[in-house]
């Protein structure tokens, strides 16, 4: 009997341990270099939960070696700019390092607002000034994208007289940080800014289920813009830690937090502190609430660590001064994020300076403004090969009021257009020219570090993120799994079957339908960083 009852032992405590052998493998899997896909929806919150989630096995996990993303069809056009950039640029040798030209910065600036019907003509491929899809900007080969700014620029059409280049001529913006943001005449007078439009549309759309989230259409690619952020958000993060003492507090400002899905991200980041600002008084709202839920889960936790204080804001960053508002006045942000918002600032040249006294105001030297926002040169380029007005799929289209003239440029602010995307808040958007986000930001203290299109920021950190890439389903497994739907019509993976169909090894790959992934590459990446004072 004893030997029964110790063979019995033996055999239960060599069962404990096989299981807890598997636990502690599947849970690894993880963070090995895999990409597992599943149909399972992704909530921002937990990683722990995250994973609880998931349906991996070695199949899925081999996705990590196999994948492919569509062409991107405006990138042929890439060589061609370049070409014509480089004779440019021999043809006018003498120009400025940043600006592309020896005309002194103040006179630059100030003629943004001018007219001139002779140098208009040099403007009429705008998306020539724009970074092009696919193509990195780098601070190294920003004279081919922003050259001779002795060229005179469209004012935009709802100016006043009274709003003349005189309110610029003299105007030291850079020395000006830290004075009142103008509120006066930031917009014409008695006209609703179609920034208030805005918050009334996020204001009034309600909040959608974990279920109907993992139904809709563009769930890859809502999942494959939040792995862009995630990327972003941890690159800069690690840079400014690197430049401070060991348990050194790390604060950051998020400009346009909406519901707050970041916050896990910054969670992930352990920074101290976060001030959360918004439009939409009701998105700040549920972006506090999810912020409450986080804590009192992170209290909740086995290895429980003080999560990040935060304070919230609802406020208009376009035409109010944040640091106002700050529960301290005099607090020194190290990172100030702004997520697929600041493109609303581009309505008027009042809101952009204002907009960009918020980001650099109390971002302190070294510090670093970052972002994404929509490619202004891939969504001109796309609208007039569709005929100038409209453009899109079954997934997002753009629409502009009138269409784009092949001679007249569009203007530099107030550039509207319409955007809309399945399942997402219809509403108007603006232009970024860039050249002139480049101006308006040093003249604020911050030096242009990057721009970089979503497709290049994708090839260039996908080794690095491809566990998380699996975690957050940011690509579509195709073919699917029996358990699987794709998520668009069939014709729209032809890339991956012909992928497949090259490697015949290969028996999966993970992708985004053609449509999706159109979609995500009208977007690009930003990043600049405060001048030493």
Not at 279 to 290: D, L, Y
């Amino acid at each position: 009997m004893r030997t029964v009852a110790v063979i019995a032992t033996t055999a239960g405590l060599t069962l404990l341990l096989i299981l807890d052998l598997i636990r502690r493998n599947r849970r690894n899997l993880f963070t090995k270099d895999t990409w597992p896909l599943s149909h399972q929806p992704v909530e921002d919150t937990s990683m722990a939960k995250r994973s609880r989630d998931f349906v991996v096995d070695e199949e899925r996990a081999r996705l990590a070696v196999n994948s492919i993303l569509p062409h991107d069809e405006d990138s042929e056009d890439y060589q061609t700019h370049k070409k014509q950039r480089k004779e440019s640029d021999e043809e006018s040798p003498d120009h400025n390092p940043r600006f592309g030209s020896d005309v002194p910065e103040d006179d630059q600036y100030h003629r943004i607002k001018q007219e001139s019907d002779e140098e208009a003509s040099n403007l009429k491929n705008y998306e020539s000034d724009i970074p092009k899809d696919g193509q990195h900007v780098t601070k190294q080969n920003l004279h081919e994208d922003v050259s001779s700014d002795s060229r005179q620029y469209e004012k935009p059409k709802f100016y006043q007289d009274s709003e003349a280049e005189s309110d610029l001529k003299g105007k030291n913006v850079k020395n000006e940080i830290s004075a009142e943001a103008s509120t006066s005449n930031s917009t014409p007078p008695s006209k609703e800014t179609l920034c208030d439009v805005v918050a009334a549309h996020y204001n009034n759309v309600p909040e959608s289920g974990l279920d109907e989230r993992s139904r809709s259409r563009i769930l890859h690619l809502r999942n494959f813009n939040n792995w862009i952020k995630s990327m972003l958000i941890d690159e800069f993060v690690q840079k400014v830690r690197e430049t401070k003492p060991r348990g050194s507090s790390l604060k950051v400002l998020d400009m346009g937090c909406g519901k707050g899905g970041d916050l896990f991200k910054w969670r992930q980041g352990k920074i101290t502190h976060l001030v959360c600002t918004d439009i939409a008084a009701t998105s700040v709202e549920q972006c506090k609430e999810r912020y409450n839920d986080v804590k009192q889960r992170a209290q909740r936790e086995r290895n429980f660590a003080p999560i990040f204080s935060a304070e919230f804001i609802v406020a208009n960053c376009t035409k109010e001064r944040l640091r106002e508002r700050y529960s301290d006045v005099t607090m020194q942000l190290d990172l100030v994020s702004c997520q697929f918002a600041f493109h609303y600032c581009f309505e008027s040249l009042p809101q952009a300076e204002c907009m960009m006294r918020n980001a650099a105001e109390c971002l302190r030297p070294g510090g670093y403004f970052f972002g994404t926002c929509p490619n202004a040169n891939a969504i001109v380029s796309r609208a007039r090969k569709a005929g100038g007005r409209q453009f899109g799929n079954d997934v997002y289209s753009v629409e502009f009021e009138t269409p784009l003239d092949e001679e007249q440029p569009p203007p530099i602010f107030g550039a509207k257009y319409n955007f809309h995307m399945e399942g997402v808040v219809d509403c108007p958007e603006f232009l970024v020219h860039f050249p002139t986000f480049i101006r308006l930001a040093s003249r604020f203290g911050l030096d242009f570090v990057v721009c970089e299109p979503f497709q290049s920021f994708f090839d260039r950190m996908k080794e690095n993120g491809r566990g998380l890439l699996g975690k957050m389903q940011a690509l579509e497994t195709y073919p699917p799994f029996p358990d699987q739907t794709l998520m668009g019509p069939l014709s729209q993976y032809e890339h991956a079957e012909a992928a497949l169909k090259k490697n015949p090894t290969s028996q999966k790959m993970g992708t985004l339908s053609a449509a999706e992934w159109e979609a995500a590459t009208l977007y690009l990446i930003f990043v600049f960083k405060k001048a030493a004072s």
